[in-house]
């Protein structure tokens, strides 16, 4: 069984996610389903290749993942915001 988030907290990540979406690219990108998948590879502390196949091909994932943290996106994210 998969847990997920309430919509509520997808769309607030989903807006963050999108303003550090590369200008150029596959625009056709599944947001919810890769925030999904790193969800679901975080809360089951599995090995890429364990991602169930729901998610797209678990390279793919890896790929973007790997992409994201490099340009330092997850470090943004989670950084503290004040208003």
């Known amino acids: 069984m998969l847990t997920?988030?309430?919509d509520e907290?997808?769309?607030v990540a989903l807006?963050?996610?999108r303003a550090c979406r590369a200008r150029r690219g596959d625009n056709g990108r599944d947001d919810r389903k890769f925030l999904?998948?790193?969800h679901y590879f975080t809360v089951h502390n599995i090995?890429?290749?364990a991602l169930p196949a729901e998610f797209g091909a678990?390279?793919?994932v890896w790929k973007r993942?790997?992409?994201l943290r490099q340009a330092g996106v997850f470090e943004l994210f989670l950084k503290p915001w004040h208003p």
């Open 4 to 6: 997920r988030m309430m």
């Open 36 to 38: 999904e998948a790193m």
């Open 47 to 49: 090995s890429w290749r």
């Open 15 to 17: 807006e963050v996610f």
């Open 65 to 67: 993942f790997w992409r």
């Open 9 to 11: 907290d997808w769309a």
């Open 58 to 60: 678990w390279n793919s």
